[in-house]
């Protein structure tokens, strides 16, 4: 990131080390770290990354049918994500919509400001 080296190049210099340690080295190959980047690039919706790690990928040996596959994953997990999202709250959303039960009246004195 050009922009980076010349405001906060300790920091650029920090980022690009920490790069390194990851994608050089480890047990997964390199074609495999720059799928996940891809994937993981999809999910944070940056378009530059999905572009660098996909010709990344491709200098690796990746296939562009391994790169939709990997985006393919991506777009299952945001799909599953947003089908149970309030599931950590112990009750899903499309339950609360669709169920036949109604929702409690929000209390006042509850933390959220939604009275939840």
């Not at 010349?6 to 190959?29: C, H, M, Q, V, Y």
């Not at 596959?69 to 609360?96: C, H, K, P, R």
Request: aromatic residues 8%; contains cysteine; proline residues 3%.
């Amino acid at each position: 990131m050009p922009f980076m080296n010349e405001i906060l190049p300790d920091t650029a210099e920090a980022f690009g080390k920490l790069r390194d340690s990851i994608f050089e080295g480890g047990e997964l190959d390199r074609k495999t770290k720059e799928l996940i980047a891809i994937a993981s690039s999809v999910l944070m919706r940056c378009q530059f990354c999905v572009d660098v790690h996909s010709q990344r990928a491709i200098a690796q040996g990746a296939s562009k049918r391994e790169i939709a596959e990997a985006i393919a994953v991506a777009m299952f997990i945001a799909g599953g994500s947003q089908l149970g999202w309030t599931n950590v709250y112990g009750e899903n959303v499309y339950d609360i919509v669709f169920g036949e039960k109604k929702p409690e009246e929000p209390e006042k004195e509850k933390g959220c400001c939604c009275g939840n």
